[in-house]
T-cell receptor, first 112, second 109 residues
Framework: DADVTQTPRNRITKTGKRIMLECSQT?????MYWYRQDPGLGLRLIYY???????NKGEISDGYSVSRQAQAKFSLSLESAIPNQTALYFC???????????FGDGTRLSIL | RKEVEQDPGPFNVPEGATVAFNCTYS??????FFWYRQDCRKEPKLLMS???SGNEDGRFTAQLNRASQYISLLIRDSKLSDSATYLC??????????FGGGTRLMVKP
């Protein structure tokens, strides 16, 4: 089983819909992150959390919200999806501040 | 200036060749450095951490030059399976990673 699991793997939806992407991990890491990746733009940080109930904005948090209700789970929500949120989304975890991050398989999201 | 800059490539090399990538970073206080590999439409995977003394893992060698603020990755005896995008990653504050845009490598038979 994957250490960092994202669901769903693929999602196609319409503009204005509310969408939730889930991330769960079995690595026991305190730190969790959400990124999006667009062609040619690299990875950009959306939100991150260092502990349960701890939430921090990243580089591009507008239009997104997150929830960290348990150490192992970090969910990302798009309250009212828009087409320019079409991207590949990754969840990642790390054990400490200067450690590498471990990524989930990604969620491919398309908003029509 | 971008925080982490890489030549996007692509680098097209024959099998068996040696290829080197460089990456520059802007924050001189950066504490940790990594190279990740990303295959098309897949998640980034840690290739190796980069230490001040330089480090090697099989065919891969990473170097860090703090004075000039650049990181390098050397791949010897390239394999077809090395074809991927290589991401230079810097941790400037301990809170989050900063990713370069990636360098694409294509190894040809």
């Amino acid at each position: 089983d994957a250490d960092v699991t994202q669901t769903p793997r693929n999602r196609i939806t319409k503009t204005g819909k509310r969408i939730m992407l889930e991330c769960s991990q079995t690595k026991g890491h305190d730190r969790m992150y959400w990124y999006r990746q667009d062609p040619g733009l690299g990875l950009r940080l959306i939100y991150y959390s260092f502990d349960v109930k701890d939430i921090n904005k990243g580089e591009i948090s507008d239009g997104y919200s997150v929830s960290r209700q348990a150490q192992a789970k970090f969910s990302l929500s798009l309250e009212s999806a828009i087409p320019n949120q079409t991207a590949l989304y990754f969840c990642a975890t790390s054990p400490g501040p200067f450690d590498p991050q471990h990524f989930g398989d990604g969620t491919r999201l398309s908003i029509l | 200036r971008k925080e982490v800059e890489q030549d996007p490539g692509p680098f097209n090399v024959p099998e068996g060749a040696t290829v080197a990538f460089n990456c520059t970073y802007s924050n001189s206080a950066s504490q940790s450095f990594f190279w990740y590999r990303q295959d098309c439409r897949k998640e980034p995977k840690l290739l190796m951490s980069v230490y001040s003394s330089g480090n090697e893992d099989g065919r891969f060698t990473a170097q860090l030059n703090r004075a000039s603020q650049y990181i390098s990755l050397l791949i010897r005896d390239s394999k077809l399976s090395d074809s991927a995008t290589y991401l230079c990653v810097v941790n400037p504050t301990g809170n989050m990673l900063t990713f370069g845009g990636g360098t694409r490598l294509m190894v040809k038979p």
